[in-house]
């Protein structure tokens, strides 16, 4: 996977086949009624990232939904415009090498699908797959369970850049709420698979860790602070955007690995348009970047 290069024509020619317009809802975008079996975490033994002729330095980035009932409105926003403006803006500003996309929608472990996962993709099929992704909208009240992919990324995805050069990927979890502190045994074994006693989501984000650069974006709906769990599993690396700006989310993933490797934080701030550099130096202000030997750690 992760061949090929993402282009503005492949974007408008799925767009148009998709039939998908400024007016179009999550419920028309998103048309699936059942999540699909190369989705389920249940029947997937590893997603690999990996280089190629077209992308020898790979770099995996982990984009994952919160996609429960309050979250509609972020799925409809990114599959109309933010996919395309992330990777478009990626192949313009160059943050990192080679770049492969996984998307993941993420649920409730009480969910039809707790948590569903496209493969790391370089081109058109990263907005292939999101777009055949179940909208489930289900889900319990906060906090959610993003602890979830964590689990997936520490024990099921395989990276060149990690085996092969120690360098770490990006992973983005997105959403409103608050994380879990532990998952069961039971969700672990009935989700994923797999036989091993209850983690604690500290242990998952220490274990996520070691192959990833852990973000959460948090979308905050008034002036509430970031939510408690993610600021203690996460110190440093827990961003605050305004709801009603969730369209900078691009500018504000991108600006996230651009100053993770070592770019000034007011040539980073300086690219994008004025309405959105407050929003993103606000929400990268308190970013903490550690170094060590061998690069970046968390």
């Not at 992919?149 to 990276?159: E, G, S, V």
């Amino acid at each position: 996977m992760g061949r090929g290069s993402y282009t503005s024509a492949d974007w408008s020619k799925l767009k148009k086949s998709s039939k998908i317009t400024e007016d179009s809802t999550a419920s028309q975008i998103f048309a699936a009624k059942k999540m699909e079996e190369r989705f389920n975490p249940l029947y997937i033994n590893v997603r690999e990232a990996r280089d190629s002729d077209d992308h020898p330095n790979s770099t995996p980035i982990i984009i994952g939904l919160d996609t429960t009932g309050s979250m509609g409105y972020l799925s409809e926003e990114i599959a109309k415009n933010g996919l395309h403006e992330t990777m478009m803006k990626i192949y313009a500003t160059n943050p990192v090498e080679d770049p492969q996309m996984m998307f993941a929608a993420i649920g409730d472990v009480v969910d039809q699908a707790p948590l569903q996962v496209t493969q790391f993709e370089s081109d058109i099929r990263i907005a292939e797959q999101l777009l055949a992704l179940w909208l489930e909208g289900a889900g319990a009240d906060s906090p959610e369970d993003f602890e979830l992919l964590w689990y997936f990324a520490a024990k099921h995805i395989r990276t060149d850049a990690f085996e092969k050069r120690n360098q770490k990927g990006y992973l983005f979890t997105i959403g409103d709420a608050d994380c879990h502190m532990k998952l069961s045994k039971e969700n672990i074994k009935s989700i994923f698979g797999d036989t091993t006693g209850e983690l604690t989501s500290a242990q998952l984000a220490k274990m996520a860790g070691e192959k990833f650069e852990l973000f959460h974006i948090h979308i905050r709906s008034g002036v509430e602070t970031a939510p408690m769990g993610f600021s203690q599993l996460l110190p440093g690396r827990v961003l605050t955007i305004p709801r009603t700006c969730v369209k900078y989310i691009p500018e504000l993933i991108i600006s996230t690995m651009e100053l993770m490797n070592g770019k000034d934080m007011e040539e980073v701030i300086a690219q994008w348009s004025e309405l959105s550099q407050p929003i993103v130096r606000n929400a990268v202000k308190d970013l903490v970047i550690k170094r060590g030997k061998k690069g970046f750690f968390f």
